[in-house]
């Protein structure tokens, strides 16, 4: 590479491991990719695109059009003032002489520059731009290192720590070796084909051919392109009869397991179809990584797909070896069943007083006891006529974890509760129950559907985050290993989305009445926590979907019914947006920048006296009552467009009206007349808190 006749060039780096978890490379690629990005403006690099390419035995990063070479470039640096530099007679001191000295030149070669400070001494200092190989060869060491694992670990002298131990390293600037060394691994230009269909060391030449020559030893390390193959050979298996279970987030974690895909189908004995359809995707899906297959009607079949890392030589005895797998698993789960079926739920139920929920809160049986007496409150709230029915979904909410399938299958909580509570002979809606209250399980999820599921999914939800705060297992930072965002967000969403008039705040203060009665002991410390964890998970919920400054003005009223916030958050921003609501905004400003210090809320008309204020008064009467039948009426819009028609009210009265008169009465008067018009704009927002840059 002559770097006098080229500008640019194309850099790779390749790390060659040990397997790598298949769950952590997808973020791996993106994290590269950033690093790297962070890297090149930190060395003053440009380059045209960087990607990151990635299988479960390496991680690559490939730059095209990096510059060779920094420009060069110079900085100024600001020196002390020069009536301390120099002398009366003009003679440097030693100030002068020592920020010279400092900077590596003398004292003539110095400058003066005025800036804030007047007129001081200055540096000019000229650095020559370094080569981009220079650089690489310095930074990639931390560049590696920098890469972050959830866990990491040590495996040779040098104590260089990674997720998997490091056996390969490829580093090129053009067709040139980039040297460096890494957890005793020298660069170079080797890299190692499939580890089965072609195991032999090959050579990268160049960067750009990274992808083609790993492609010839049957290595795609595009994870884009793995992905599309294994996409278009499991449609290619499908029929009009019979296709692939839909399972992106399978196909994503396979992706990661391996670097040249295969598809095949094998099948198992057409009994174990007996099994819930859940029962055997689980034991395909989780505990082999194998896809399910359906028919035409969405039931399950007896065949399975199986993605290879391999070209098989013989692909039946592969399938053999499978089947036999799968069998083994899908008669356990078999076995659990049917023992599993010979107890009643409600049978089970006792044996919850043997199985701890947490420290200092009680068993399961305890936690099924509180569930029982806060959707009792909760159902004659919401809906009167559901009480039993949500009554027992509560009893029975918790008795599946005492089976041998939640034992030996624990994702399918809930969803053997379902069908246990059939095979009882529990009513349609309350083995429903069972199964929905769970939900929202992750982001993407629906709630439950019916009253019945939903009012159980907020009493389990509510006291788990309770219970947990009251055992001092707070949620912080990124632990979170009670679930107990998930839970709040599941309030919020249930909560709104059903639109029950029931604030979290309400449900949360519940739940923890229920803990007091039960005999738990927590401070009124923890109880704040806990209301201030779900409304701080409940910003963050809606300032994804509202402008945060909106969002901020609308919790800060203390309004914690969900339903209630998101109408008000999408009146504001709709208003806001048409360009009318700032006038509103304006008047409550002025109103409370005046009054906000006050302690007189209310006032006497009789003691009016200016015309401005008496207009402004009567304005706001004849405004109250569309502002309050607005607001029952839930029609926000409308309750907002009646408080702006005071704007021009507002303005008079500040122009002709002097608030902070020596007269104590009519100060107090004008200032409880304010902080009435205050209090209507209050139940809206907080208007001081919404920007005026519309961010």
Known sequence: ?????????????????EELPAQIIDSLNGQIVDLFKNWADKARLSYDSAQSFSTPRRLALLVSGLAVKQSDWSEEIIGPPVSVAFDADGNPTKAADSFAAKNGMSVKDLVVRTGNRGEVIAAEIHHAGRTAMDLLSEDLPAFIAGIKFPKTMRWESTGFRFSRPVR??????????????????????ATAGHQLLDSGAIEIKRPEDYLEVLLEHKVIADPVERKKTIVEALDALSTEKQHIVPDADLISIINNMVEYPVCVVGEFEENYLDLPQEVLITVLRYHQKIFAVENDEGKLVNHFVVVLNTIPKDVKLVLKGYSRVVRARLEDAYYFYREDLKRSLEDRVADLSKM????????????????????????????????EQVKRAALLSKADLTTSMIFEFPELQGIMGYYYALQSGEELVVAEALKDYYKPRFAEDSIPASDVSAILALADKADLIASCYAAGLYSSGSQDPYGLRRASIGIIRVLE?????????ELLNEAFNVLSESGVAFSEKEQKAALDFVEMRAKFYYS????????????????????????????????????????????????????KKSDFDDYDASYLVEPAEKQLEEAYRQSRSVVTDSLENQNYIDAISTLVTLKPHVDLFFDNV????????????????????????????????IREDKG
């Open 356 to 387: 701890l929920h947490l420290k200092g809160v009680g068993s399961l049986f305890d936690r099924t006891q509180r569930l029982i007496r806060l959707v009792e409150n909760l159902t004659s709230r919401i809906n009167p006529d559901l009480v």
């Open 658 to 689: 002097m608030v902070m008169t020596e007269d104590v009465n009519l100060k107090q008067n004008r200032l409880g007349l304010l902080r009435s018009i205050a209090a209507s704009f209050f139940q809206i927002a907080d208007f001081t808190l």
């Open 497 to 505: 989305e059903r639109e029950y008039d029931l604030s979290f705040r």
């Open 168 to 189: 390969m390293l490829v580093a090129l600037f053009g067709n040139e070796i980039i040297n460096l060394e890494v957890a005793g691994i020298k660069s170079g230009r």
């Open 544 to 595: 994804d979907r509202f402008p945060s400054d909106i969002v901020d003005a609308v919790l800060a009223t203390g309004q914690a019914t969900p339903h209630k916030i998101s109408a008000l958050l999408k009146a504001l921003n709709t208003a806001r947006n048409e360009g009318w609501f700032d006038e509103a905004a304006a008047a409550f400003k002025r109103i409370q920048n005046i009054s």
């Open 1 to 17: 590479m002559s770097t006098s006749e080229n500008k640019s060039e194309s850099f790779l780096l390749e790390i060659g491991t």
